[in-house]
């Protein structure tokens, strides 16, 4: 639809009439502004309240409903996980060693008393494993070191 300049200078003229009537100042335009903010607290900290005392009443449901929703997700989608995982380590396991070096390197102190409180809280069950898996693979073991001392000794000579 197109119009005549006729009919453009009589629309022109009644934006300019439009604009005239509805022109607003700062002062107008700030407490404008500062009505709208007013009204968006109270009815966001109404709205707050409401879900707090919701979340009270139903909490458990709440957390049960979460729980059973997060364990269905993690069983539909844990192959997928799996996946990014996998194709992130190996798009980024450079920059990931070369972050663990420095951390280590950093921090070797504190890794190191970590890692002997750890190994203090658990060394009699480590040395009860390690115990059981020699006695069950001793024949291995000691052909294996056979071996060592067999190579040791032509690389002596």
């Not at 069983?75 to 663990?100: F, I, S, V």
């Not at 390690?130 to 006695?135: A, K, P, Q, T």
């Amino acid at each position: 639809m197109t119009f005549t300049e006729e009919e453009l200078a009589d629309i022109r003229k009644a934006d300019r009439q439009i604009e005239a009537e509805f022109a607003i100042t700062r002062k107008e335009w700030a407490e404008g502004t500062e009505r709208d903010r007013e009204h968006q607290e109270r009815s966001s900290s109404k709205a707050a309240a409401y879900d707090r005392a919701y979340y009270r009443a139903n909490k458990e449901r709440l957390r049960e409903r979460k729980s059973a929703y997060n364990r269905a997700y993690y069983q539909l989608n844990k192959e997928r996980k799996k996946a990014q995982a996998r194709a992130y380590y190996y798009a980024n396991h450079e920059e990931c060693k070369l972050q663990h070096r420095l951390y280590y390197q950093e921090n070797r102190d504190e890794v190191n008393a970590r890692r002997r409180e750890l190994y203090q809280q658990n060394r009699e069950v480590m040395l009860a494993k390690n115990h059981e898996w020699l006695n069950k693979h001793r024949d291995e073991v000691n052909a294996r070191r056979r071996d060592q001392r067999r190579k040791k000794r032509e690389a002596a000579t």
